[in-house]
């Protein structure tokens, strides 16, 4: 190997704490590329995860989170990064994108998958194209990403009036937040709410793998009224971004304005802890959860996955 050479590695312990390194310091990186998600893909949820690095001169130059699916709603895929809305490759070099790729590409074709998909971010993205500009690309997607203030006041009156209003609602029915240390009132929440959606109720223990690995990048807000569970959510933390990824409510929490009231608490919160986006994430284009978010003030930006 020449000393300008592309070498692409897999992680193993010994790379974890290099593979962050360069996470938190490279522009295109999200909290979906921190080297967490390898135990909770495998450990949480059963599937082989094959997260694959670019280092030259002993230097990481792009990591690429990739998670071979085997299911009824995904068929055999192989995707970066499942259980994510963000992932694709994050490169400090146009060379560690390419050969990543490339990479990619051969252990798709090794794998026998169906499909290889990037979920790409576009707010993190370069102008650089991937090496195979033939791929298809997605439109299904949108994420809503919007600057918070300190200040709480300014907040609450950035959110639309007819949202707000739902907001102060919650206020007067005398709702709490409260962060818990476990997973157990969140567990139940979650999966009330999923449950009548009528979709599948992700294990127990994915979610206590992902407390575990990512400790207190990953916090979870409980809202209770005299004490009884209304509606919990489990958020990410990364940079100066909070993330509230899964969350739910009982069957109070509609009449009380439970989901919203947890929602302002967690913005609310991150304000004043100086965080300064709040990435409410992915909602298919004309959906529900796509109307609400909207109805909070945020604007849609595409998600170019291939």
């Not at 082989?48 to 895929?77: C, D, M, Q, T, W």
Request: a neutral charge; hydrophobic letters at 40%.
């Amino acid at each position: 190997m020449s000393e300008t050479s592309i070498a692409i590695k897999e992680l193993d312990d010994q790379s974890v704490q290099r593979w962050d390194a360069f996470v938190e310091t490279c522009p295109e990186a999200t909290f979906f590329h921190r080297a967490g998600w390898k135990k909770a893909i495998e450990a949480g949820m059963g599937h082989r995860a094959y997260f694959l690095y670019a280092e030259r001169n002993g230097n990481i130059e792009g990591v690429l989170p990739l998670g071979h699916v085997k299911s009824f709603l995904f068929g055999n895929a192989l995707m970066s990064a499942p259980f994510c809305v963000y992932g694709g490759i994050a490169a400090h070099s146009d060379a560690a994108r390419v050969a990543l790729h490339q990479a990619a590409e051969k252990l798709a074709h090794r794998l026998r998958v169906d499909y290889l998909e990037m979920r790409n971010a576009q707010f993190a993205q370069t102008e650089s194209r991937l090496p195979n500009e033939s791929w298809l690309e997605k439109e299904l997607y949108v994420t809503f990403r919007k600057e918070i203030d300190p200040d709480t006041e300014k907040n609450l009156l950035s959110i639309p009036r007819k949202q707000r209003a739902v907001v102060r609602k919650g206020i007067k029915a005398e709702l709490a937040s409260e962060i818990d240390t476990d997973i157990h009132r969140f567990y139940d929440a979650y999966a009330q709410s999923v449950r009548n959606l009528g979709t599948p109720v992700f294990p127990k223990k994915f979610f206590a793998v992902l407390r575990d690995v990512f400790g207190e990048h990953c916090e979870v807000l409980t809202v209770v009224k005299e004490g009884r569970l209304i509606s919990s959510v489990m958020s990410f933390y990364f940079r100066d971004e909070v993330l509230p990824y899964y969350g739910g409510g009982t069957n109070e929490a509609r009449a009380v304005k439970g989901n919203d009231f947890m929602y302002w608490e967690l913005m609310r919160r991150a304000g004043e802890r100086g965080i300064r986006v709040f990435d409410y994430g992915r909602s298919k284009m004309g959906t529900g959860s796509y109307s609400f978010k909207k109805n909070w003030g945020f604007e849609p930006e595409p998600l170019k996955y291939e």
